[in-house]
């Protein structure tokens, strides 16, 4: 039962645009969302954060929204650079008994110089 | 300041052995929790470890241990290697249990 979803395996957007990333979950416990990002060879590296009480956390030039009655949180990218290119992971920390983090499976982006 | 460290940072093993890694955590966090990333999966949760205590388990099989050190370093152990184990194995830390984790590089584990 996967609790976290990004439906979105890749994507790929012109460099300068605005990349969104979406992900859904199922579980309305979660109180704390994540997005990492990931280079290939290279562990998950934190990129923003946001808390189930808030509904935006912005970060230079990323932005997530949280949307806690839809059950969706969607990354945004403006503007997009080459070296945003990895595969980004959202994350939902479960915070009753131990503070793991279940973690979607990943959206490829692409952005085109 | 260095990040978290993981050793070795390729693995090979026959079905059957046994296997340890390791992970040294960010100065200053007392926190580390273990992750098994399948290819085209996002990290699936092992275990957290904190202040040398076992905080957390996922569902993983009894042949997957681990521990925490009083340097909090910490050892992750895979008894009766499957070829199904080959994967990608995380290393997190973080300052305590509910706060942002900093993940190393990975360990790349393949079973033969």
């Known amino acids: 039962d996967q609790q976290v979803k990004q439906n979105s395996p890749s994507l790929s957007v012109q460099e300068g645009r605005i990349s969104i990333l979406n992900c859904d979950y199922t579980?309305?416990?979660?109180?704390?969302f994540l997005w990492y990002k990931k280079y290939p060879a290279e562990g998950p590296t934190f990129l923003i954060s946001i808390s189930s009480i808030k509904d935006k956390n912005e970060d230079g030039r990323f932005t997530v929204f949280l949307n806690k009655s839809a059950k969706h949180l969607s990354l945004h990218i403006v503007p997009s650079q080459p070296g945003d290119s990895a595969v980004y992971f959202c994350a939902a920390r479960a915070s009753w008994g131990t503070y793991k983090y279940i973690f979607g499976t990943g959206t490829r982006l692409k952005v085109l110089a | 300041d260095a990040g978290v460290t993981q050793s070795p940072t390729h693995l090979i093993k026959t079905r059957g052995q046994h296997v340890t890694l390791r992970c040294s955590p960010i100065s200053g966090h007392k926190s580390v929790s273990w992750y098994q990333q399948v290819l085209g999966q996002g990290p699936q949760f092992i275990f957290q470890?904190?202040?040398?205590?076992?905080?957390g388990r996922g569902n993983f099989p009894d042949r997957f241990s681990a521990r925490q050190f009083p340097n909090y370093s910490s050892e992750l152990n895979v008894n009766a290697l499957l070829l199904g184990d080959s994967a990608l194995y995380l290393c997190?830390?973080?300052?305590?249990?509910?706060?942002?984790?900093?993940f190393g590089q990975g360990t790349r584990l393949t079973v033969v």
């Open positions: 579980n309305s416990m979660f109180d704390y």
């Open positions: 997190a830390s973080s300052t305590g249990p509910s706060t942002e984790a900093f």
């Open positions: 470890y904190y202040e040398k205590e076992e905080r």
